[in-house]
């Protein structure tokens, strides 16, 4: 009898376990990757646009200004795609410009205001910007989204207090995360 409900209830237990501490499960990970937000609030069943695959692939290679317009055209297509609005806000910071950046991460959290992806990478533009006050206010906003400590709170939390330490000297750059 206990192996028969270890059996119908561990499976269902861990499941809930891994969603707590945002594990991606095969069934519910999708889309952004590092630029997405861990499956969270993705649709499986619609086909995954090529040319955002391609954006996505050019990001991975440093190449951000060919993902650039790339991305352009998935958000023309599809307009309430906030992963492709956070990749295209990725991509213009990490191709230099840091100002254009954030009203495309500012569209991807009107889309998904708990897209933590978005959180973390203004709050980088911001550092980039000297603008500190503003980016604790995206630390302060994955510090209430992640249940348990997630990768873009730790990040951003690291690249604040890289800032602070050094008296604004050193921030997040074009060339690094």
């Not at 500190?132 to 906003?141: G, N, Q, R, S």
């Not at 730790?154 to 890289?162: F, G, H, I, N, T």
């Amino acid at each position: 009898m206990m192996t028969l409900m270890r059996r119908a209830i561990l499976p269902g237990l861990l499941a809930l376990l891994a969603f707590a501490v945002g594990v991606p499960i095969p069934a519910m990970a999708a889309g952004g990757g590092g630029g997405g937000d861990g499956g969270r609030g993705s649709s499986d069943s619609k086909p995954e646009d090529p040319q955002y695959a391609e954006a996505v692939r050019a990001i991975e290679a440093g190449q951000f200004a060919k993902a650039i317009p790339l991305l352009d055209g998935v958000v023309t297509r599809d307009p309430n795609n906030a992963d492709a609005y956070n990749w295209l806000g990725y991509a213009t910071r990490r191709n230099g410009n840091a100002a254009a950046s954030i009203p495309f991460y500012e569209k991807a959290l009107a889309i998904d205001p708990k897209h933590r992806g978005a959180h973390e990478y203004m709050g980088e533009a911001y550092l980039m910007l000297d603008d500190l006050p503003k980016a604790k206010e995206h630390l302060k906003t994955l510090d209430k989204l992640c249940f348990f400590p997630c990768s873009q709170y730790r990040d951003l939390k690291k690249a604040v207090e890289v800032y602070e330490k050094s008296g604004g000297k050193l921030k997040p750059t074009a060339s690094a995360n």
